[in-house]
Structures are given as structure tokens and as C-alpha cells.
């Protein structure tokens, strides 16, 4: 069975500075699909980035962007110039993918870090 | 504007009676997906489907029973046999196909019972 780790339970940054945020997981799978999600206060889900494990490039979006190491299963996201609004719970999933690519079902969510952004 | 709305989204309800949580999609999804949410913990799989009048259970599905009449929709039932109701819901979409597998999120349904 797949396996989400979250080591950090709690991290805070100030603002404008660079934070890193830390995920390992467990799978014999080789082809699958990893995620960031952000859940702010209002408790709505939202997908930061995402990686395609077959692709050695890691993945940036703006200001996030991930360190994967798929021999290591690894898959940390670091967030650059860090703002107010980044204050959430940050969630790292798993999906294993289909043999014909797309999902093969749920995801497999870590237990999340809560990130606080000081002014 | 395209979404998924979950309703209500705070829900109150006696031990021992069932509840319906409302989860609708009008993104053209194909898989539909509930969650739970406890505090401290990631989200767990309680039920997905593929297409309509299919559907599988997931991680924690007893005590749950979903249906998938329409592509649209997706509704959760808590029955009382699940012994620890109380959480927040969280149900998903997405495309079923090697296009895309990205899982959008509603935003979710609070249940407390009492």
C-alpha cells in the first residue's frame, strides 16, 4: 500500500522569505502522479502543483516549486517570497496512474503541515 | 462559472438518523470522489465512481452508501451505522481518461452529530 509522510507538523516563515516543506512516500508503483494542495482557513481545497513521476523536470508554478526525487521518494515544495495569503494547511498526495495514463483513483493524502506566514 | 457546489455547508443532525450530503458538478467530470476530513489527519477515500450507476468503495466505506443516477451529481449518505459521523466532507471531480487527472475540490460540508 502507498504511504504519504509529513514530518513537519507545523513551520512558519516570515514574510518574504523561502520556505521549504517536506514529503516522503512509499510505493513499488513507477508510474503515478504527485501533488501540493493548499487548504487556507475557508477550508477549500486548492491544487498548488503537481508532478508527473516520469518526468525528470521538476515541476513550477509562479512562486512554488518542487524538489522530486524519485529515488529517494522524495517530493518537497518550496515556496519563494512567501506572502500572508499562503498561510494554510499544505497537503502532499499521491495518485497512482493507469496503465493508459490518467488517474487509477484516489488520492493519498499525507497528514499536512500548517504553514503561518509572519508579517 | 463552472464548479462544484456542495450543500449545505454546515449540517446538524440527532445520533442514529441518516444524513444526505449534496455534491454537483457541472465541469463535465466523468469521476466523482467523497472525503473525509478529521482534524489532524489528510483526507480519506470513502467512495468514487467513474461513470454513472458504477461506483467503488474506498478506504473507509462502511457505514457510507453513495449513488451515481446522474454525471452531475454525487450524493453521500451517512447512515448510523457509522460510528463516528461527526467530520468534515469533501467531494471531488475529475476526468477519467489520460487527458487529465487533476482532482478538483467543492467546498466541502461540516457535519456534526450529536
Known amino acids: 500500500a502507498q504511504t504519504v509522510t509529513q514530518s513537519q507538523p507545523e513551520m512558519s516563515v516570515q514574510e518574504a522569505e523561502t520556505v521549504t516543506l517536506s514529503c516522503t512516500y512509499d510505493?513499488?508503483?513507477?508510474?503515478?502522479?504527485l501533488f501540493w494542495y493548499k487548504q487556507p482557513p475557508s477550508r477549500q481545497m486548492i491544487l498548488v502543483i503537481r508532478q508527473e513521476a516520469y518526468k525528470q523536470q521538476n515541476a513550477t508554478e509562479n512562486r512554488f516549486s518542487v524538489n522530486f526525487q524519485k529515488a529517494a521518494k522524495s517530493f518537497s515544495l518550496k515556496i519563494s517570497d512567501s506572502q500572508l495569503g499562503d498561510t494554510a494547511m499544505y497537503f502532499c498526495a499521491f495518485m497512482t496512474a493507469s496503465n493508459y495514463g490518467g488517474s487509477q483513483g484516489n488520492l493519498i493524502f499525507g497528514k499536512g503541515t500548517k504553514l503561518s506566514v509572519k508579517p | 462559472d463552472g464548479g462544484i457546489t456542495q450543500s449545505p455547508k454546515y449540517l446538524f443532525r440527532k445520533e442514529g438518523q441518516n444524513v444526505t450530503l449534496s455534491c454537483e458538478q457541472n465541469?463535465?467530470?466523468?469521476?466523482m470522489y467523497w472525503y473525509r476530513q478529521d482534524p489532524g489527519q489528510g483526507l480519506r477515500l470513502i467512495y468514487y465512481?467513474?461513470?454513472?450507476?458504477?461506483?467503488q468503495k474506498g478506504d473507509i466505506a462502511e457505514g457510507y452508501s453513495v449513488s451515481r443516477e446522474k454525471k452531475e451529481s454525487f450524493p453521500l449518505t451517512v447512515t448510523s451505522a457509522q460510528k463516528n459521523p461527526t467530520a468534515f466532507y469533501l467531494c471531488?471531480?475529475?476526468?477519467?481518461?489520460?487527458?487529465?487527472?487533476?482532482?478538483?475540490f467543492g467546498p466541502g460540508t461540516r457535519l456534526t452529530v450529536t
Open positions: 465512481s467513474q461513470i454513472v450507476n458504477d461506483f
Open positions: 510505493t513499488s508503483e513507477n508510474n503515478y502522479y
Open positions: 465541469l463535465n467530470h466523468d469521476a
Open positions: 471531488a471531480s475529475s476526468m477519467w481518461d489520460s487527458s487529465s487527472y487533476e482532482q478538483y
